[in-house]
């Protein structure tokens, strides 16, 4: 029988090895490894904006906590915790595709490397709606105030506070230099 009267088709293997990668979604190491080349690139690139050097320095501290630093946060339960310390929790949980809860958030710092790894592509990946209340919640906070604090948790919770309000400057940084490209 010949091929050409059928109604099957041939897939291109171009066409199969890019469905594929579409729905694989990359592994922790590889989220990672791109978190890093990400912060790599940034930290090496000279930018002229106060967003992009806030950034520098907020990401420079949250990688640089120690993993008892981050094992603090663990330290009380959420009704004893400040209200910074619930709003940040449940704001990270965003960056890691998780529901925005506090036991979300202790569930991802059992494993500080793990819950070091966001970058930039985290907020990209939030919808709409979850960065606009991300934005919101974290834009009255007080990052050097939380540090301030004299509870187990205050360097954690301040180096997150810091790293979010920064990432979220950087990003409206980002599309307004590509609203004004267009």
Same mark, same amino acid.
């Given at each position: 029988?010949?091929?050409?009267?059928?109604?099957?088709?041939?897939?291109?293997?171009?066409?199969? /090895?890019? /469905?594929?990668?579409?729905? $694989?979604?990359?592994?922790?190491?590889?989220?990672?490894?791109?978190?890093? *080349?990400?912060? @790599?690139?940034?930290? %090496? #690139?000279?930018?002229?904006?106060? @967003? *992009?050097?806030?950034? $520098?320095?907020?990401?420079?501290?949250?990688?640089?906590?120690?993993? #008892? *630093?981050? %094992?603090?946060?663990?330290?009380? #339960?959420?009704?004893?915790?400040?209200?910074?310390?619930?709003?940040?929790?449940?704001?990270?949980?965003?960056?890691?595709?998780?529901?925005?809860?506090?036991?979300?958030?202790?569930?991802?710092?059992?494993?500080?490397?793990?819950?070091?790894?966001?970058?930039?592509?985290?907020?990209?990946?939030?919808?709409?709606?979850?960065?606009? #209340?991300? !934005? @919101? $919640?974290?834009? /009255?906070?007080?990052?050097?105030?939380?540090?301030?604090?004299?509870?187990? %948790?205050?360097?954690?919770?301040?180096?997150?506070?810091?790293?979010?309000?920064?990432?979220? !400057?950087?990003?409206?940084?980002?599309?307004?230099?590509?609203?004004?490209?267009?």
């Amino acid at each position: 029988s010949s091929h050409f009267g059928s109604s099957r088709r041939l897939l291109d293997p171009v066409d199969v /090895a890019m /469905a594929e990668e579409i729905e $694989r979604r990359p592994s922790r190491r590889e989220q990672k490894e791109a978190a890093d *080349a990400f912060s @790599e690139r940034l930290n %090496s #690139t000279p930018a002229a904006c106060s @967003e *992009a050097d806030a950034f $520098r320095e907020a990401d420079d501290s949250l990688k640089a906590l120690k993993p #008892t *630093a981050i %094992s603090a946060l663990s330290g009380l #339960t959420p009704e004893d915790m400040l209200p910074e310390a619930v709003i940040v929790m449940e704001c990270w949980c965003y960056l890691h595709a998780e529901p925005p809860s506090v036991s979300a958030c202790l569930k991802l710092a059992e494993d500080p490397d793990d819950f070091k790894l966001v970058g930039m592509s985290s907020l990209q990946c939030m919808s709409a709606d979850e960065f606009k #209340t991300v !934005a @919101e $919640r974290m834009g /009255a906070l007080d990052a050097k105030q939380a540090r301030e604090r004299p509870i187990a %948790s205050a360097e954690a919770v301040g180096a997150m506070i810091a790293w979010l309000q920064s990432a979220i !400057a950087m990003h409206r940084w980002a599309l307004d230099i590509r609203a004004a490209g267009q």
